[in-house]
């Protein structure tokens, strides 16, 4: 209840209290005083016409009593007044009396709800003579024979009483009502000097405590409120000042932060570009460097050397690994990367990425399983192989025991990809960090040959580009499943079967190969390369040098893209004019990551292999296409 309520009521309860108690006592006061009043009036009346009366009924003369009772009947509240013989039989009367009063008379009071019936015998009193001179003793009144001549009847009403008793309650009502008026005007009068001031202190705290310190109040309370209310003004100048104080280093602190995020940003996508822009360049050490280790095999089969080639060659794929992560997280990150959808087949695309992976699980001693439908999506070739391919290699370095799914099936107007594992897991606290840059829940020691934990934040950014839904279900100790949704494809399913033979298939290649490339360090690596598998091998640094070494069309063409001038493809359209009937099957390495030149390549139909290029990738695409190219010449003859 609030204090204004309580006031009025401490100030009006006890006055309606007394002024209630006041009420009750002076109106039953005042009512029984009327009632007795006219009690005593009625009984008076009576007893006095009963003594103007004796004469009269004694003498027989009757005139006298009319006189009489009509006097009577003007006295307030007398409504009947008759004087009856002892049986009952009227003599006088005056009024309307009622008719159950008339008989039996009896002497006394009959009191009725709206009249009192006076009832009084007419005695006549005993004769006494008294001599002067002689002093004589007066009859005893036991033994003077006192009989009832008459009966003598008033009937009051109740009426002046009860207006009485009405005019009385409604001034005493009238009074009450006026002294609560008095109390209220009081009471307001106090609180208005002395509760109003109390009230507007309360609304200031909330108010400041609504942090609104602009709160006034004006000083007029006569009390020690009044030092109270310039207490709270005292204090809500200070915390404006403070807050003006704070919101003005905050403003400054927010000014200083979004400009340091601003060059934050600026810095992060400049290094996104630069590595983007530079990928091409920084690829080709790396693609040299497994080219040249490749080609060193063959020269130390059998030597103490081989051991310590094939740590270089462990390290050399770490390095690569991660060296390629980095610069696809800047590719995605600069937005160069612009996802080509095309009808993408779903039985292709996932018994190759089972064979890439089954020689990986066998030395594991993990079960690799693969189940899927026959179906089409509408998607990016290369980057849903990608998304897939990090899957699948996450799930198997993280599982020691049992082995790991790969499933595709129709779910609604979609296919639903699936990596299963019977791994160790992820805890519930690191779900949200799972996808982040370098986070890796299992490898707190940063062991280098598990990855830098790119391979999850590529998938997640991949997805998101593609608008394929990805999402994740985990129990530690049980395994987990990465669940990825590819809408279903309407156009026609291209018959695309790029699978190559083994690299046990043939001991070595046979054949000649015109190689192109501007960096003489990867030109003289893919050369030393070739050469260690078989092939004659005729290299230029541009388009022009190599034809002129070339007497006649060379069995393949290998061509990095960017060469200058010009580029890989017009060099294959200018052999295609020097030798117009050969057939020259062209592989396309390149490091570029450009929007335009990935779309050209795209367009062109030929083999693209992006640098640095695995040495096994590379053999099995060119034995599939020299057996091609061959194959073709000998239906030719």
């Given at each position: 209840?609030?204090?204004?309520?309580?006031?009025?009521?401490?100030?009006?309860?006890?006055?309606?209290?007394?002024?209630?108690?006041?009420?009750?006592?002076?109106?039953?006061?005042?009512?029984?005083?009327?009632?007795?009043?006219?009690?005593?009036?009625?009984?008076?009346?009576?007893?006095?016409?009963?003594?103007?009366?004796?004469?009269?009924?004694?003498?027989?003369?009757?005139?006298?009593?009319?006189?009489?009772?009509?006097?009577?009947?003007?006295?307030?509240?007398?409504?009947?007044?008759?004087?009856?013989?002892?049986?009952?039989?009227?003599?006088?009367?005056?009024?309307?009396?009622?008719?159950?009063?008339?008989?039996?008379?009896?002497?006394?009071?009959?009191?009725?709800?709206?009249?009192?019936?006076?009832?009084?015998?007419?005695?006549?009193?005993?004769?006494?003579?008294?001599?002067?001179?002689?002093?004589?003793?007066?009859?005893?009144?036991?033994?003077?024979?006192?009989?009832?001549?008459?009966?003598?009847?008033?009937?009051?009403?109740?009426?002046?009483?009860?207006?009485?008793?009405?005019?009385?309650?409604?001034?005493?009502?009238?009074?009450?009502?006026?002294?609560?008026?008095?109390?209220?005007?009081?009471?307001?009068?106090?609180?208005?000097?002395?509760?109003?001031?109390?009230?507007?202190?309360?609304?200031?705290?909330?108010?400041?405590?609504?942090?609104?310190?602009?709160?006034?109040?004006?000083?007029?309370?006569?009390?020690?409120?009044?030092?109270?209310?310039?207490?709270?003004?005292?204090?809500?100048?200070?915390?404006?000042?403070?807050?003006?104080?704070?919101?003005?280093?905050?403003?400054?602190?927010?000014?200083?932060?979004?400009?340091?995020?601003?060059?934050?940003?600026?810095?992060?996508?400049?290094?996104?570009?630069?590595?983007?822009?530079?990928?091409?360049?920084?690829?080709?050490?790396?693609?040299?460097?497994?080219?040249?280790?490749?080609?060193?095999?063959?020269?130390?089969?059998?030597?103490?050397?081989?051991?310590?080639?094939?740590?270089?060659?462990?390290?050399?794929?770490?390095?690569?690994?991660?060296?390629?992560?980095?610069?696809?997280?800047?590719?995605?990150?600069?937005?160069?990367?612009?996802?080509?959808?095309?009808?993408?087949?779903?039985?292709?695309?996932?018994?190759?990425?089972?064979?890439?992976?089954?020689?990986?699980?066998?030395?594991?001693?993990?079960?690799?399983?693969?189940?899927?439908?026959?179906?089409?999506?509408?998607?990016?070739?290369?980057?849903?192989?990608?998304?897939?391919?990090?899957?699948?290699?996450?799930?198997?370095?993280?599982?020691?025991?049992?082995?790991?799914?790969?499933?595709?099936?129709?779910?609604?107007?979609?296919?639903?990809?699936?990596?299963?594992?019977?791994?160790?897991?992820?805890?519930?606290?690191?779900?949200?960090?799972?996808?982040?840059?370098?986070?890796?829940?299992?490898?707190?020691?940063?062991?280098?040959?598990?990855?830098?934990?790119?391979?999850?934040?590529?998938?997640?950014?991949?997805?998101?580009?593609?608008?394929?839904?990805?999402?994740?279900?985990?129990?530690?100790?049980?395994?987990?499943?990465?669940?990825?949704?590819?809408?279903?494809?309407?156009a026609e399913a291209e018959r695309a079967d790029t699978t190559g033979n083994s690299l046990e298939e043939l001991a070595r290649l046979h054949g000649t190969v015109a190689i192109v490339d501007d960096d003489a360090m990867v030109l003289d690596s893919l050369k030393t390369l070739l050469e260690g598998w078989g092939l004659d091998v005729i290299k230029a640094g541009q388009s022009t040098d190599l034809l002129t070494r070339l007497a006649q069309a060379p069995d393949l063409l290998i061509t990095d893209y960017r060469l200058g001038a010009?580029?890989?493809?017009?060099?294959?359209?200018?052999?295609?004019?020097?030798?117009?009937?050969?057939?020259?099957?062209?592989?396309?390495?390149?490091?570029?990551?450009?929007?335009?030149?990935?779309?050209?390549?795209?367009?062109?139909?030929?083999?693209?292999?992006?640098?640095?290029?695995?040495?096994?990738?590379?053999?099995?695409?060119?034995?599939?296409?020299?057996?091609?190219?061959?194959?073709?010449?000998?239906?030719?003859?």
């Amino acid at each position: 209840m609030k204090i204004r309520s309580r006031a009025y009521l401490l100030g009006m309860l006890p006055a309606l209290l007394v002024a209630f108690l006041l009420t009750g006592y002076l109106g039953l006061s005042r009512i029984d005083d009327l009632e007795n009043a006219l009690l005593e009036r009625g009984d008076a009346l009576a007893r006095h016409i009963a003594q103007g009366a004796e004469y009269a009924v004694q003498s027989g003369s009757y005139a006298p009593l009319n006189s009489l009772l009509k006097g009577a009947l003007q006295e307030r509240d007398v409504i009947h007044v008759g004087v009856y013989q002892p049986d009952g039989e009227r003599i006088a009367e005056a009024g309307r009396a009622p008719e159950a009063l008339r008989a039996p008379l009896t002497a006394g009071m009959v009191n009725k709800d709206k009249m009192i019936v006076f009832t009084v015998p007419v005695v006549p009193a005993p004769l006494v003579l008294v001599d002067p001179f002689f002093q004589t003793q007066a009859p005893d009144s036991s033994q003077t024979s006192r009989r009832t001549i008459a009966w003598v009847q008033v009937v009051f009403s109740r009426a002046g009483n009860a207006a009485v008793a009405r005019h009385q309650l409604l001034t005493t009502l009238g009074l009450v009502a006026f002294g609560m008026l008095f109390t209220i005007l009081l009471v307001r009068t106090l609180a208005l000097t002395g509760i109003r001031p109390l009230m507007e202190i309360i609304g200031a705290v909330r108010d400041i405590a609504a942090h609104n310190f602009r709160v006034h109040l004006p000083v007029t309370a006569n009390s020690e409120l009044r030092e109270l209310q310039q207490g709270i003004n005292q204090m809500s100048e200070a915390l404006r000042s403070f807050e003006e104080d704070m919101q003005g280093r905050i403003d400054a602190a927010t000014d200083d932060l979004s400009r340091q995020k601003a060059a934050a940003e600026r810095a992060n996508h400049a290094k996104s570009r630069f590595l983007a822009a530079a990928s091409h360049d920084l690829r080709q050490p790396m693609h040299a460097i497994s080219l040249y280790v490749a080609s060193m095999k063959p020269q130390v089969a059998g030597r103490e050397a081989a051991v310590t080639l094939g740590k270089v060659e462990i390290a050399v794929a770490a390095m690569e690994s991660l060296f390629c992560g980095i610069l696809d997280i800047s590719k995605l990150d600069a937005g160069t990367v612009v996802p080509e959808i095309s009808s993408v087949s779903v039985k292709s695309l996932l018994e190759g990425l089972h064979a890439e992976f089954q020689n990986e699980a066998d030395a594991k001693g993990l079960r690799l399983r693969l189940h899927h439908c026959e179906a089409h999506v509408a998607s990016d070739a290369i980057l849903l192989g990608r998304i897939l391919r990090n899957l699948i290699s996450n799930a198997l370095r993280y599982t020691d025991n049992g082995g790991v799914l790969i499933t595709a099936r129709r779910h609604q107007a979609a296919i639903r990809f699936q990596v299963w594992d019977t791994g160790q897991g992820i805890q519930p606290e690191h779900l949200e960090h799972i996808f982040h840059e370098y986070f890796q829940a299992a490898n707190p020691q940063r062991d280098r040959t598990q990855g830098l934990g790119l391979g999850l934040a590529i998938v997640d950014r991949l997805t998101s580009l593609l608008a394929h839904p990805l999402t994740l279900r985990s129990r530690p100790g049980r395994g987990s499943v990465f669940s990825l949704d590819a809408p279903l494809s309407q156009a026609e399913a291209e018959r695309a079967d790029t699978t190559g033979n083994s690299l046990e298939e043939l001991a070595r290649l046979h054949g000649t190969v015109a190689i192109v490339d501007d960096d003489a360090m990867v030109l003289d690596s893919l050369k030393t390369l070739l050469e260690g598998w078989g092939l004659d091998v005729i290299k230029a640094g541009q388009s022009t040098d190599l034809l002129t070494r070339l007497a006649q069309a060379p069995d393949l063409l290998i061509t990095d893209y960017r060469l200058g001038a010009e580029d890989g493809l017009q060099l294959a359209r200018s052999l295609c004019v020097a030798f117009p009937e050969a057939v020259i099957p062209t592989i396309v390495m390149t490091g570029d990551i450009g929007e335009a030149g990935q779309r050209a390549l795209k367009s062109s139909g030929s083999p693209i292999l992006h640098k640095p290029v695995r040495p096994a990738r590379l053999r099995a695409l060119m034995t599939q296409l020299l057996r091609s190219s061959r194959e073709k010449a000998r239906a030719g003859d």
